[in-house]
T-cell receptor
Framework: NAGVTQTPKFRVLKTGQSMTLLCAQD?????MYWYRQDPGMGLRLIHY???????AKGEVPDGYNVSRLKKQNFLLGLESAAPSQTSVYFC????????????FGPGTRLTVL | AQTVTQSQPEMSVQEAETVTLSCTYD???????LFWYKQPPSRQMILVIR??????QNATENRFSVNFQKAAKSFSLKISDSQLGDTAMYFC????????????FGGGTRLMVKP
């Protein structure tokens, strides 16, 4: 049982390049989330999904797109990376109703030059 | 919208002593959950303790306990018998029941445990 995994762990992009971050969970959770963490700050919600085929905007969605084609996967895309998107990105999945806890992946450190 | 405030950016404590981290939140909801997460240098987010708003009894997990004051919208974390491995960032977080179950985080408190 791997829990929540994220690919890649590190990435460096040039301004204007695109990339996709992959999140996978093997716990059969309905809900999945993408957060970003900037230096010295708490996590902020980018997008989330309440089930396969559904997505919704969070607090800071601009510049990102997401897809949830399979229940176990949640993809975060950057179409044209900007230096302001330099951050650590966390994926999480939600276990309800027993635990009401979000389980987090290890994070992806992204640097945009 | 909910907001979570952690007013102590940094704290330090001597090993084996007790430390309390503060958290206040603002919400009009009556049904919600509160959490404390630990983030060590490895960056992994680790759940420390959770509190259901409808429960009056304060949650405890071994050396960790909370003081939940619903009317005051306060949710502090007490760490007893501090250990070097407790050195980390600590985040307070709020989750509204249902409606996406998203987390709203505070800005964090950096805790250093000194030998």
């Amino acid at each position: 049982n791997a829990g929540v995994t994220q690919t890649p762990k590190f990435r460096v992009l040039k301004t204007g390049q695109s990339m996709t971050l992959l999140c996978a969970q093997d716990m059969n959770h309905e809900y999945m989330y993408w957060y970003r963490q900037d230096p010295g700050m708490g996590l902020r919600l980018i997008h989330y999904s309440v089930g396969e085929g559904t997505t919704a905007k969070g607090e800071v969605p601009d510049g990102y797109n997401v897809s949830r084609l399979k229940k176990q996967n949640f993809l975060l895309g950057l179409e044209s990376a900007a230096p302001s998107q330099t951050s650590v990105y966390f994926c999480a999945s939600f276990a309800a109703p027993t635990y009401n806890e979000q389980f987090f992946g290890p994070g992806t450190r992204l640097t945009v030059l | 919208a909910q907001t979570v405030t952690q007013s102590q950016p940094e704290m330090s404590v001597q090993e084996a002593e007790t430390v309390t981290l503060s958290c206040t939140y603002d919400t009009s909801e009556n049904n919600y959950y509160l959490f404390w997460y630990k983030q060590p240098p490895s960056r992994q987010m680790i759940l420390v303790i959770r509190q259901e708003a409808y429960k009056q009894q304060n949650a405890t997990e071994n050396r960790f306990s909370v003081n939940f004051q619903k009317a005051a919208k306060s949710f502090s974390l007490k760490i007893s018998d501090s250990q070097l491995g407790d050195t980390a960032m600590y985040f307070c977080a709020f989750m509204k029941h249902y409606a996406g179950n998203m987390l709203t985080f505070g800005g964090g408190t950096r805790l250093m445990v000194k030998p």
